[in-house]
């Protein structure tokens, strides 16, 4: 697990960080920790590294604050764990509004920074990721947000819930196959993959996922694909 503490105020991130290195070495999890002085510092790193699993945010911060910074990054990244932690609860709606885990009032307490910490780790398992190279660095996806993959050349495109531009991965067509989960996608057509789990329902040319996309399915491939359909959700009921 890899978490972040963005806290200006070096008190509190000093103190933070140690409620965090005391989780780490009583749960026995493996975690990098890493902290931001500022907004602005973390969003540097950010751009060029984007596998973070939670961050702890300072909301009340010079230039760039903790909840501008998540705005910023639920933008393009929804699985990210949000905790805030302030001294100030006026900012509770807009919480809810970047869909964060938990808001910590100061002064914090060990057992509500641990508690923060195995609700995000619950969820993490519950949630499988895998990284991807993008132009922007490296970027953690969940898989189950995946609807489809597309071959592009030797790169691929992928389609996720309810977004209307696919994500560009520097990795190939096998590759990207590689790193997902088997039992969960299924090759549906030369140049795509797809998962079952988000599929609504299958036409004889095409695959119409739960959000209303669709994507091509081939006659070669189509009889295997909508036998794994239906035994996946056998499977799943």
């Known amino acids: 697990m890899k978490i972040a503490v963005i806290e200006d105020e070096k008190p509190h ?10 989780w780490r070495d009583k749960a026995g999890q493996p975690v990098c920790l890493e902290a931001f002085d500022s907004g602005e510092q973390f969003w540097f ?3 060029e590294q984007k ?3 939670v961050l702890f945010l300072d909301i009340q911060m010079p ?7 998540a705005k910023q990054i639920r933008a393009s990244d929804k699985d990210i764990v949000l905790v805030f932690a302030t001294g100030d609860s006026a900012y509770l709606e807009e919480g809810y509004e970047v869909e964060a885990l938990h808001y910590l009032l100061k002064p914090l307490s060990q057992e509500k920074v ?10 993490r398992r519950q949630e499988r990721f895998v990284t991807f190279h993008t132009k922007d660095g490296i970027l953690k996806v969940s898989q189950d947000s995946i609807n489809y993959v597309e ?11 309810g977004e209307q531009t696919a994500l560009e991965v520097r990795e190939n067509l096998s590759e990207v196959g590689d790193l997902l989960d088997g039992g969960e ?15 609504h329902h299958i ?11 669709a994507i091509p399915v081939s006659r070669r491939l189509y009889q295997q694909v909508n036998q794994r359909f239906i035994a996946y959700f056998r499977r799943e009921l």
């Open 13 to 22: 991130q000093d103190l933070l960080c140690h409620y965090l290195g005391q």
């Open 45 to 47: 790193r950010y751009q």
């Open 51 to 53: 596998d973070y699993d």
């Open 63 to 69: 230039g760039m604050n903790g909840m501008d910074l």
């Open 114 to 123: 641990e508690s923060c910490l195995e609700k995000a780790l619950q969820r």
């Open 151 to 161: 071959a592009r050349g030797r790169c691929c495109c992928i389609g996720r819930v």
């Open 185 to 199: 996608f299924i090759k549906c057509h030369r140049s795509f993959l797809c998962r079952l789990g988000n599929i």
């Open 203 to 213: 036409g004889r040319e095409d695959i119409f996922f739960d959000d209303g996309s």
